[in-house]
């Protein structure tokens, strides 16, 4: 089932509910499609992925591991954002698509 959001400005269609987001009627016209619990296909390994890491957190959790990067994905339309808990964050630009897990 579809859930229409207003955040920030852009419309969201999610599919699932979010908690503390009020959902809006159902729109034609959506600017980020998101997707929780699948990950789009980054068409890349994390090791391969890690090459091209953009930003790693100056805060870092009790091992001195950052507690959050990102890498910019082949083709370099796509940025991955995955945080110290696991939580994993992949945008897609040209599809304008979220995913995460």
């Known amino acids: 089932m579809a859930h229409y959001y207003r ?3 852009l419309s969201l269609v999610v599919d699932r509910a ?3 987001l009020i959902q809006q009627p159902a729109s034609h ?3 980020w499609q998101v997707s929780m ?3 789009l296909d980054d068409g890349d390994s994390h090791e391969n992925a890690a090459a091209h890491g ?7 959790d009790d091992d ?3 507690t959050w990067k990102i890498w910019r994905l082949a083709p370099g339309q796509r940025l991955r954002l995955r ?6 964050f992949r945008l897609d630009f040209a599809n304008r698509q979220i995913s995460a897990q």
Do not use: H, K, N, Q
């Not at 945080?83 to 994993?88: E, L, S």
């Open 7 to 9: 955040v920030y400005g």
């Open 18 to 20: 979010l908690p503390g």
């Open 29 to 31: 016209s959506v600017d």
């Open 37 to 39: 619990d699948s990950l």
């Open 54 to 60: 953009l930003y790693e957190s100056e805060s870092c």
């Open 64 to 66: 001195g591991e950052p």
């Open 83 to 88: 945080f110290r808990d696991g939580t994993d």
